[in-house]
């Protein structure tokens, strides 16, 4: 695997090695190992699975304190951009944004750490996303920013007319008014 760094420290593009030919492929998606020796030691606990249609936005999520969660993300079906937000007060990319395409045919994955609000928007028809967590979901702890928060000014690759979110989204907050690390 190849572990390629983003203009935020931490925050880590993973692309396995693929081997195709006349059956299908293979590829090890994750390696505890190799994945320590290049990103750190981090104790995934659970997986999670969504499915979205076009123009679904999901985010920008986190959760606040001790609850907070490192993931592990990529599509197994599907395109995606993903977003991962610098909420580290004290980081010098505070406030800024990473948007990687996640995708089943280039197969990546990305890592977010702790401090970090994520979200990701559906290019395809269809997409299924996966996601490692080091930490059980909190609601209590669950926190959201505005996915248009202009503060952030994130640039969607779609029209804001053809975004799907849902009710709990459109009430994120600022990034100003938000708990951060």
Not at 85 to 96: A, I, K, M, N, Y
Request: aromatic letters at 12%.
């Amino acid at each position: 695997m190849e572990y390629i760094e983003t203009d935020i420290k931490d925050v880590i593009i993973v692309q396995p090695k693929v081997f195709n030919d006349d059956r299908g492929y293979f590829f090890e998606s994750w390696k505890k190992d190799d994945f320590e020796k290049h990103v750190g030691q981090v104790d995934f606990i659970q997986e999670n699975e969504s499915k979205s249609s076009y123009g679904v936005l999901r985010g920008l999520h986190y959760q606040k304190g001790e609850a907070s969660q490192a993931k592990l993300v990529r599509v197994v079906k599907g395109r995606v951009v993903d977003v991962a937000v610098d909420l580290r007060r004290e980081s010098p990319t505070f406030g800024h944004y990473v948007m990687v395409e996640l995708s089943d045919e280039n197969k990546r994955q990305l890592f977010i750490p702790r401090g970090f609000a994520h979200g990701f928007l559906v290019l395809s028809d269809e997409a299924v996303f996966t996601y490692k967590v080091d930490n059980v979901y909190a609601p209590a702890a669950e926190a959201s920013i505005r996915f248009d928060d202009p503060d952030i000014n994130i640039v969607w690759p779609i029209d804001m007319s053809e975004v799907k979110t849902s009710p709990k989204d459109m009430k994120g907050v600022a990034l100003a008014d938000a708990e951060c690390f």
